[in-house]
């Protein structure tokens, strides 16, 4: 079962995504289900998994994509976040 983090990591990690690793947003979704997204950004998360809002050219659509690996902690974030985009962008390519 999905538990929440504290509301000012979930702002942390979206900031931090939003701001540094908005490509790696795009690549993210593009390989998860949206290969025509023109942008991406990251508007949820919680120990299962990811919501991305993607920009398609119909318009947007919420994704939720499910971490590959146990999240417990803040610290799993990026080891997960880092995955999933390791394994889009092999999609992507």
Request: charge should be negative.
């Amino acid at each position: 079962m999905a538990e929440r983090f504290p509301d000012d990591v979930v702002q942390a990690v979206i900031a931090h995504m939003n701001g540094d690793h908005a490509e790696d947003n795009l690549v993210i979704v593009r390989g998860n289900g949206a290969p025509a997204a023109t942008a991406a950004e990251m508007i949820d998360l919680d120990t299962e998994g990811g919501t991305w809002l993607a920009t398609e050219p119909d318009g947007e659509r919420e994704m939720t994509i499910a971490w590959p690996g146990r999240v417990t902690e803040r610290a799993d974030l990026r080891r997960e976040v880092v995955a999933l985009y390791e394994a889009a962008k092999e999609l992507t390519d």
